[in-house]
């Protein structure tokens, strides 16, 4: 247990919490509007490849941020043309479009690059890591906290963005009154269509942005299968949230603290198909235990 | 009746039109890619003919996708959506695996107990996301998911570490020549569990269209509420769909594995019961149709490969091929105005008829 106060591991959990905040955050947006959107792991699959291809090809950071952000929120967008305009069944399209953009990943790796598994040929470029002034003097807490890549910092910046505008602004009450009640929000003339697809298109963005931080800051080239169920295990911890932005950020570091175990352990010489498991487990479980407490808070409000 | 029918033939009619567009989606992207489109998309549409080899390849990749069809179609039709099975196929095919090597049984016997050690273990995995969701309301989907990983990883890890084939690195040691199904053709890799799939279409079709068990579990799904109202125990029969299916899946797995291999060779997890979805919907949830659509996905992958080959298209375009299948169907109002045009049409016909009667 003395990776516990291994400054190394805190600054690890972060790290790998931001992929994850970052899609959490996208999957919250979309629920609170009322919308499920399953499609987040393709959509951050998709963004991680082409943030990569764009980069790559033109050597610009730029070109290639823009270019995996379009490309994660059509993805997205499409999800939700089909589920409003074409009464497709939420779940069995988004499941439809992650088996799509997981293979159609592969597929385009290779056309482009001739290689199945990794973009090692192109020289893409990276979201740079910066050291936040004052904080980086403190010791121990600027270990941690500071030092990060720019996306980490971005990730928990929006959290605190989306708790703000979900709670304070009237976009946000138009979403939550979209999500609570369709037809309550239609009869004071809210276009619930309109703020469905604003709500999506937020959360294509982030999701994009989660799928870059994977190939373009967390490593630094675009690997097969290397979003590995984060989107799904965002639907987990989004769950957990119930709604609330800053509780997305707690659950999102219970996911980022079992991930770094398992990368602590990694480095200790575990069996990798092993530790490996370690994530998914601990999610899997808090995510239980989770749903226990809310069932039971919600039978005893319906009780009294 | 001539209402019933006519519905279904809507319903031919969305899942052609779907295949058409996928496929023509699929031609644009091959004329994009390779070099000599030609070549590479007639060996991608009759590539599965060219050789014996090739066509009985198909049949082979169509039987574990039969087994994960009838899977989800039986899982899905309760009304949740759990993906567990490829937990059971995987895991189940570990379990095969397992003992076929370190169990010596005499012939018969040993094949007997390794199907049935793996339907075991694909029911039992199979009912786990739905005994959390009773419990708890977490959603099978996710759990599901998650759960796949977790399979995976510590399957193969069990296989590592006690079968390993040290002087291989990554697959485990050679079976006993007992567990094995049999080649049922000389040439080609087809196998006894051909028959094992026949069987099973026909007690599932048995089970579900012909069965109290499948009539309560068509209404559960569709209306919970009427079901209970109807006096149906829907825990009883929703905990059965996920038995039946994870025992479908885990069999699937347990005759791949000893059908198709001679030592565990799963480094990668299985993804069948992804396919299993499209495969599901294009039989339009029937189990009679399940084989022949499995026979369609089955002939496309086998197709895309034989196009792979030497070629410069890569096989995964069958994925893209299969989500827009998929999406297609699942919309509702995908060609919905041909069935609205037509259903107005006949409106205004009745009205015309019944004002003549009138007059």
């Known amino acids: ?304 | 009746m001539n209402k019933k029918k006519r519905f279904e033939w809507y319903g031919i009619i969305r899942v052609a039109a779907s295949i058409l567009i996928s496929l023509i989606i699929a031609a644009i992207i091959i004329f994009a890619v390779a070099e000599d489109p030609l070549t590479a998309l007639n060996k991608f549409l009759l590539g599965p003919f060219s050789t014996k080899r090739n066509f009985f390849n198909v049949i082979e990749t169509m039987i574990p996708l039969v087994f994960c069809g009838l899977a989800i179609n039986v899982m899905h039709k309760s009304g949740l959506f759990s993906m567990v099975a490829d937990s059971s196929f995987y895991f189940a095919g570990v379990m095969a695996a397992t003992i076929a090597i370190a169990c010596p049984m005499p012939n018969i016997v040993h094949q007997i107990v390794i199907l049935a050690a793996a339907m075991a273990v694909g029911g039992v995995i199979g009912i786990i996301p739905v005994l959390i969701k009773k419990r708890t309301g977490a959603n099978e989907l996710v759990i599901s998911l998650m759960m796949n990983y977790i399979f995976f990883n510590l399957g193969y890890w069990l296989i590592r570490k006690f079968f390993l084939d040290t002087s291989n690195g990554s697959f485990s040691i050679g079976f006993q020549p007992t567990a094995s199904l049999g080649k049922m053709l000389k040439g080609t890799n087809t196998h006894f569990g051909l028959i094992i799939m026949i069987v099973v279409v026909i007690l599932m079709w048995i089970l579900m269209d012909k069965s109290k068990f499948g009539r309560e579990l068509q209404i559960t799904g569709s209306n919970e509420n009427f079901a209970r109202y109807a006096g149906i125990k829907i825990g009883r029969v929703v905990l059965g769909s996920q038995l039946i299916g994870g025992m479908l899946a885990g069999l699937g797995g347990g005759v791949e594995m000893i059908g198709m291999y001679k030592k565990f060779q799963w480094i990668t997890a299985q993804t069948y019961v992804w396919d299993g979805i499209l495969i599901n919907l294009l039989a339009g949830t029937r189990p009679l149709m399940i084989p022949v659509s499995a026979f369609f996905i089955s002939y496309i992958r086998i197709g895309a490969l034989v196009m792979s080959r030497g070629g410069d298209v890569d096989s995964e375009i069958v994925s893209i091929i299969q989500g827009i299948m998929i999406m297609l169907i699942a919309s509702e109002r995908f060609l919905y105005r041909l069935k609205k045009n037509k259903e107005e049409k006949e409106a205004l016909q009745n009205q015309a008829m019944e004002m003549e009667a009138e007059a």
């Open chain 1, 1 to 304: 247990m003395s990776f516990l106060t291994n400054l190394d591991f805190w600054f690890t959990v972060l790290r790998c919490t931001t992929p994850v905040l970052f899609a959490t955050m996208a999957a919250l947006i979309a629920s609170r509007s009322g919308m499920l959107n399953l499609g987040l792991e393709g959509a951050m699959t998709i963004a991680a490849l082409c943030g990569v291809l764009g980069s790559g090809f033109t050597g610009s950071l730029l070109v290639g941020a823009l270019s995996g952000l379009l490309a994660g929120t059509v993805f997205t967008m499409l999800l939700a043309y089909f589920v409003q305009h074409l009464k497709a069944n939420k779940v069995v399209s988004g499941v439809a479009l992650n088996l799509a953009a997981s293979g159609g990943s592969v597929f385009c790796l290779y056309s482009i690059t001739g290689d199945k598994n990794a973009s090692n040929s192109l020289a893409s470029s990276a979201f740079p890591a910066f050291d936040i002034p004052v904080l980086q003097n403190i010791p121990g807490l600027g270990d941690i906290l500071s030092g990060h890549n720019c996306l980490t910092y971005v990730a928990f910046i929006v959290t605190i963005l989306i708790f703000i505008v979900l709670n304070k602004t009237s976009f946000g009450i138009h979403i939550r009154a979209v999500g609570e009640s369709e037809e309550a929000a239609r009869s004071v003339g809210i276009n619930v269509e309109k703020v469905r697809y604003q709500a999506m298109f937020i959360s294509g963005l982030l999701a994009s942005c989660g799928g870059m931080y994977l190939s373009m800051g967390y490593v630094n080239r675009f690997t097969s299968g290397m979003v590995a169920g984060r989107g799904y295990i965002a639907l987990a911890t989004n769950a957990m949230a119930a709604g609330n932005a800053l509780m997305g950020m707690v659950s999102s570091i219970l996911y980022g603290f079992g991930s770094g175990i398992s990368i602590y352990l990694q480095n200790n010489n575990v069996d990798p198909y092993l530790i490996t498991i370690i994530p998914y487990a601990s999610i899997i479980v808090f995510y239980v235990l989770f749903s226990f407490y809310y069932k039971v808070k919600r039978k005893t409000e319906d009780s009294l």
